[in-house]
Nanobody, 123 residues
Framework: QVQLVESGGGSVQAGGSLRLACAAS????????MGWFRQAPGKEREAVAV????????RYTDSVKGRFTISRDNAKFTVYLQMNNLRPEDTAMYYC????????????????WGQGTQVTVAS
């Protein structure tokens, strides 16, 4: 079993920045791909960004391209999401997830999920 713990959420003004972190409790083949998802009230969960262990797979949803950057520290089993130029529409609960397959993870099928961290962007 892999436990994922997110941190770094909070409330910011539009145009501000936040950095989310997600630490896995142990090494696992499921950590091959790590990603971030978000779900706003009344909306479906969507993939935000997914990154492979070696960095050869890096994918973002269109609405965050150029503003968000996903990165990871493999030695610490941790994935980050640097969010710049935040917009009110970025307001959501952000979840970390991992899976052995990056395409499967981006499709929302993750082996393990975190509990989420709230991001609120005020206009």
């Amino acid at each position: 079993q892999v436990q994922l713990v997110e941190s770094g959420g909070g409330s910011v003004q539009a145009g501000g920045s936040l950095r989310l972190a997600c630490a896995a409790s142990t090494h696992s083949a499921s950590l091959a791909c790590m990603g971030w998802f978000r779900q706003a009230p009344g909306k479906e969960r969507e993939a935000v960004a997914v990154l492979s262990r070696g960095g050869n797979y890096e994918r973002y949803t269109d609405s965050v391209k150029g503003r968000f950057t996903i990165s990871r520290d493999n030695a610490k089993f941790t994935v980050y999401l640097q969010m710049n130029n935040l917009r009110p529409e970025d307001t959501a609960m952000y979840y970390c997830a991992v899976d052995a397959s990056c395409n499967r993870l981006y499709d929302g099928i993750g082996a393990y999920w975190g509990q989420g961290t709230q991001v609120t962007v005020a206009s």
